[in-house]
């Protein structure tokens, strides 16, 4: 239309002429959007019919057909175009927008250079026009197909794409979108996926994406350091320490008193049940060790969303580009910043300052599951430790209201990721700054110890376990001089200064799986449901609970076993007297109990004793190979308990008597003989060595015939027996070992 009324237009008798095509093609251009109105109004009934409850199958298949029919037209994103700008429909819109990406990753190509910059116009206008009114399903699949034209057309034929993307960060009204903007295109063109697209062109998508990385850092981190700073302006501090003191510094100078770790005595009867509560190694609480731990004033739900984007948008780009030469302290003050909302959650039940807790801890995630080294390494070190050590004094401590930090009320996810950090801040970093003397790394692990018992779930709790695993790994990796080149560890006993606090952990660990301490949180975990390990969620906490009393005793036995005995022997004395209560001969035998809560302390106590021998049966090893002569004697205490255990459970057979909460007692009868079976064969390989050395040394052959004789004379009678399979089991394996 254009180019004719130019050249008709030099003539002014040619000028009626000229008015006459122009009116036919208004004419003609009408024609057609009357068309596509058309089409319009049929589309949005059939998505109607299809979603109608009253659609049936047949018509829902004929609309499919229907509609696969229409996709196949040449010239069809013109409609797509028409139908997204008029529809208000959702369904329409999201069909006519699916065609518009299948046509950009598809057949891109076959469109020319005039029709594609239509495209990306209207796509751009209507995105920036609309975005606030669209339904967000609706804006993000805009944004997808945008960043696919930008996937294709990316900078040679969209010079402006990026340049447009960071313009809309940049002003307020629109930085959700343009940050939406921002995270799909890290998706799709940071680490694009390799079969939608060349090696070649991939390639260059990724050299221009990190080209970008600076600029897109710088403005993220201003966005979230601009809410921080009004954040931190918002409240009064608390008065910081010296300017010329570290934070850790101040710390150290409030410490309270050595750790002073108490030892689990049960009742030596079971009518006899003290309530008792777990509790970390006693020492004065901690003084703050940075300014303005007071909660900060929840966001406006704009701000939150922008920041909630912002973080997004950094975790993203961790995954992809490379942290060693834009990482610095200063980005990392940023981030724990809001990670440390998330510890405020729990002072306001209605904040959600938990989300934006989360999705900090995701970005810092990113930086140690990549191992990020940066060039001012010993900087982000200290910076590192000194955030981790902040977060942990805040969720393990008190606010300045006084106000405890009640972990049920903290987002799931903010925890979760907590605990995942402190675990690679562990395995990646603690090791750095052990024998540094700028880092508390006593003060670090006193308070994870509070934080590992302050868990309210039980996978949360193990997932802190696997923590002190890979702590303990360490440790014990350093007993070797294969760890440093066939030289000596640094210190010959270099993780003595490490007793206190572990021996302090074994002793609470049994606290915690024990019913005399622990009964409420014990009596709701499941011990009847069997996972894909062939567990029950009771059998997997205790076998992990234990497996790290087992890894502390690699390196303090002595202390360990202290810790045990004591409980082997009150709960034994119990068990061991349960003959008083037995009434009648035979078939006819019972326990002289009430239902009630001497039948609960009484399972209690079976519980608690089953627990300890599997305890002591994960440490036979330390009583074998070098370790036999000098631990023979507490060896031989042991295995005669057992010995009288398995002996005298088979003589009363008590999983045999009737009692009044048969479905609990009985179960509890058969697992403690079981248990007291299976922790002998754990020493069959201590008996063996006994054996040969017996010979070799012409001594101690008495002894061992006779704990051959016990254990024969309590396995023997179980043969002639209807007896539960688990104790049979224990039988057979002690039997097998023994022979």
């Given at each position: 239309?254009?180019?004719c009324y130019f050249?008709?237009?030099s003539?002014?008798?040619?000028?009626p002429?000229?008015?006459t095509?122009e009116?036919?093609a208004?004419?003609?251009t009408?024609?057609?959007?009357?068309?596509?109105?058309?089409?319009?109004?049929e589309?949005?009934?059939l998505f109607?019919?299809?979603?109608?409850?009253?659609?049936?199958?047949?018509q829902?298949?004929e609309i499919?057909?229907?509609?696969e029919?229409?996709a196949?037209?040449?010239?069809?994103?013109?409609?797509c175009?028409?139908?997204?700008r008029?529809?208000?429909?959702?369904h329409?819109?999201m069909f006519s927008?699916?065609?518009?990406?299948?046509?950009?990753?598809h057949?891109?190509?076959s469109l020319d250079?005039?029709?594609?910059?239509e495209?990306?116009?209207?796509l751009?206008?209507?995105?920036?026009?609309?975005?606030t009114?669209l339904?967000?399903?609706?804006s993000?699949?805009?944004?997808?197909?945008l960043v696919?034209?930008?996937?294709?057309?990316?900078?040679?034929?969209y010079p402006?794409?990026f340049?447009?993307?960071?313009?809309?960060?940049?002003?307020?009204?629109?930085?959700?979108?343009g940050?939406?903007f921002?995270l799909?295109?890290s998706?799709?063109?940071g680490?694009?996926?390799?079969?939608l697209?060349?090696?070649?062109?991939?390639?260059?998508?990724?050299?221009?994406?990190?080209?970008?990385?600076?600029t897109?850092?710088s403005?993220?981190?201003?966005?979230?350091?601009?809410?921080?700073?009004?954040?931190?302006?918002?409240?009064?501090?608390?008065?910081?320490p010296?300017p010329n003191?570290s934070?850790i510094?101040?710390?150290?100078?409030?410490?309270?008193?050595?750790?002073?770790?108490?030892?689990s005595?049960?009742?030596?009867?079971?009518?006899?049940?003290?309530?008792?509560h777990?509790?970390?190694?006693?020492?004065?609480?901690?003084?703050?060790?940075?300014?303005?731990?007071?909660?900060?004033?929840?966001l406006?739900s704009?701000?939150?969303?922008?920041?909630?984007?912002a973080?997004?948008?950094l975790?993203?780009l961790?995954?992809?580009m490379?942290l060693s030469s834009?990482?610095?302290?200063?980005?990392?003050?940023?981030?724990?910043?809001?990670?440390?909302?998330?510890?405020?959650s729990?002072?306001?039940a209605?904040?959600?300052?938990?989300n934006?807790?989360?999705?900090?801890?995701?970005?810092?995630?990113?930086?140690?599951?990549k191992n990020?080294?940066?060039r001012e390494?010993?900087?982000?070190?200290?910076k590192?430790?000194?955030?981790?050590f902040?977060?942990?004094q805040?969720?393990t401590?008190e606010s300045e209201?006084?106000?405890?930090?009640?972990?049920?009320?903290l987002?799931?996810?903010?925890l979760?990721?907590?605990?995942?950090?402190?675990?690679w801040?562990v395995?990646?970093?603690?090791?750095?700054?052990e024998f540094?003397?700028?880092?508390?790394?006593l003060?670090?692990?006193?308070?994870?110890f509070?934080?590992?018992f302050?868990?309210?779930e039980?996978d949360?709790?193990?997932?802190?376990?696997d923590?002190?695993g890979?702590?303990?790994?360490?440790?014990?990796?350093?007993?070797?001089s294969d760890?440093?080149?066939?030289q000596?560890?640094?210190?010959n006993?270099?993780y003595?200064?490490y007793?206190?606090i572990?021996?302090?952990?074994?002793?609470?660990?049994?606290?915690?799986?024990?019913?005399?301490?622990?009964?409420?949180e014990?009596?709701?975990?499941?011990d009847?449901?069997i996972?894909?390990?062939?567990?029950?969620?009771?059998?997997s906490?205790?076998?992990?609970?234990?497996?790290?009393?087992g890894?502390v005793?690699e390196?303090?036995?002595?202390?360990t076993?202290q810790?045990?005995?004591?409980?082997?022997?009150s709960?034994?004395?119990?068990?061991?007297?349960?003959?008083?209560?037995?009434m009648g001969?035979?078939a006819?035998?019972s326990?002289?109990?009430?239902?009630?809560?001497?039948?609960?302390?009484?399972?209690?106590?079976?519980?608690?004793?089953?627990s300890?021998?599997?305890a002591?049966g994960?440490?036979?090893?330390?009583?074998?190979g070098?370790?036999?002569m000098p631990?023979?004697s507490?060896?031989?205490?042991?295995v005669n308990?057992?010995?009288?255990?398995?002996k005298?459970?088979?003589d009363?057979?008590?999983?045999?008597?009737?009692?009044?909460?048969?479905?609990?007692l009985?179960?509890?009868f058969i697992?403690?003989q079981?248990?007291a079976?299976?922790?002998?064969?754990a020493?069959t390989h201590?008996?063996a060595?006994l054996?040969?050395?017996?010979?070799r040394?012409?001594q101690n052959?008495?002894?061992?015939?006779?704990?051959i004789?016990?254990?024969?004379e309590?396995?023997?009678p179980l043969?002639?027996q209807?007896?539960?399979?688990?104790?049979?089991?224990?039988?057979?394996?002690?039997?097998r070992?023994?022979?």
């Amino acid at each position: 239309l254009q180019v004719c009324y130019f050249y008709f237009s030099s003539y002014d008798c040619c000028k009626p002429l000229a008015i006459t095509v122009e009116a036919r093609a208004v004419t003609e251009t009408a024609r057609i959007t009357m068309v596509e109105a058309g089409v319009l109004n049929e589309l949005e009934a059939l998505f109607n019919q299809f979603f109608s409850a009253s659609s049936t199958n047949e018509q829902k298949l004929e609309i499919n057909r229907v509609l696969e029919s229409f996709a196949q037209q040449q010239g069809l994103w013109r409609y797509c175009v028409y139908f997204v700008r008029h529809s208000r429909n959702e369904h329409v819109l999201m069909f006519s927008l699916n065609l518009l990406e299948n046509l950009v990753t598809h057949v891109w190509v076959s469109l020319d250079a005039a029709e594609k910059a239509e495209l990306r116009h209207f796509l751009m206008d209507h995105l920036i026009s609309y975005h606030t009114s669209l339904p967000p399903f609706i804006s993000n699949k805009l944004i997808k197909v945008l960043v696919y034209v930008g996937r294709a057309d990316w900078p040679h034929q969209y010079p402006e794409f990026f340049s447009h993307l960071l313009q809309l960060i940049r002003v307020p009204e629109t930085a959700p979108l343009g940050l939406t903007f921002l995270l799909t295109a890290s998706e799709e063109l940071g680490s694009p996926r390799g079969d939608l697209i060349m090696t070649s062109r991939r390639d260059e998508l990724s050299r221009l994406m990190h080209q970008q990385v600076p600029t897109v850092l710088s403005l993220l981190v201003h966005t979230l350091e601009t809410v921080a700073e009004k954040q931190r302006h918002s409240v009064t501090p608390t008065p910081p320490p010296s300017p010329n003191a570290s934070p850790i510094k101040h710390h150290l100078a409030s410490r309270g008193s050595p750790l002073n770790p108490t030892h689990s005595q049960p009742p030596s009867a079971f009518v006899s049940h003290p309530k008792s509560h777990l509790s970390p190694p006693t020492r004065q609480r901690h003084a703050p060790i940075v300014a303005g731990n007071a909660p900060y004033a929840p966001l406006d739900s704009k701000t939150e969303e922008v920041c909630k984007l912002a973080l997004r948008c950094l975790a993203h780009l961790f995954s992809w580009m490379p942290l060693s030469s834009v990482i610095t302290p200063s980005i990392l003050d940023t981030i724990f910043h809001f990670a440390g909302l998330g510890c405020d959650s729990a002072a306001d039940a209605t904040d959600n300052s938990g989300n934006l807790g989360s999705l900090a801890m995701d970005c810092v995630n990113e930086l140690l599951v990549k191992n990020c080294v940066p060039r001012e390494f010993e900087a982000f070190l200290m910076k590192l430790f000194e955030k981790s050590f902040v977060l942990l004094q805040r969720l393990t401590g008190e606010s300045e209201r006084g106000i405890s930090c009640n972990f049920s009320h903290l987002d799931d996810q903010f925890l979760a990721k907590c605990s995942d950090f402190f675990y690679w801040f562990v395995s990646s970093h603690l090791k750095r700054v052990e024998f540094n003397p700028n880092f508390p790394v006593l003060e670090f692990l006193e308070l994870f110890f509070k934080y590992t018992f302050k868990q309210p779930e039980v996978d949360s709790f193990c997932v802190c376990l696997d923590t002190w695993g890979v702590f303990l790994d360490h440790l014990i990796m350093m007993t070797s001089s294969d760890a440093y080149g066939g030289q000596s560890p640094p210190t010959n006993n270099h993780y003595e200064r490490y007793k206190e606090i572990l021996v302090s952990m074994v002793n609470s660990v049994l606290k915690k799986v024990q019913l005399h301490y622990n009964i409420d949180e014990l009596r709701e975990i499941d011990d009847d449901a069997i996972d894909d390990d062939n567990e029950t969620e009771w059998q997997s906490f205790l076998r992990q609970s234990l497996e790290f009393v087992g890894r502390v005793a690699e390196l303090f036995p002595s202390e360990t076993f202290q810790l045990l005995l004591p409980l082997l022997e009150s709960y034994s004395q119990v068990y061991l007297s349960l003959g008083q209560i037995v009434m009648g001969e035979g078939a006819a035998r019972s326990l002289l109990l009430t239902e009630g809560p001497e039948c609960e302390k009484l399972h209690a106590v079976l519980k608690d004793l089953t627990s300890i021998l599997q305890a002591l049966g994960r440490l036979a090893e330390h009583f074998i190979g070098d370790y036999f002569m000098p631990r023979l004697s507490e060896a031989q205490l042991l295995v005669n308990k057992f010995c009288i255990l398995a002996k005298y459970g088979t003589d009363s057979m008590l999983f045999n008597v009737s009692n009044p909460v048969p479905e609990i007692l009985d179960h509890d009868f058969i697992e403690m003989q079981a248990q007291a079976l299976g922790t002998l064969q754990a020493f069959t390989h201590w008996l063996a060595q006994l054996y040969l050395d017996s010979i070799r040394q012409e001594q101690n052959q008495d002894m061992v015939a006779a704990i051959i004789s016990t254990v024969v004379e309590s396995a023997t009678p179980l043969i002639a027996q209807d007896i539960p399979e688990n104790v049979c089991d224990s039988f057979a394996a002690v039997h097998r070992r023994c022979s």
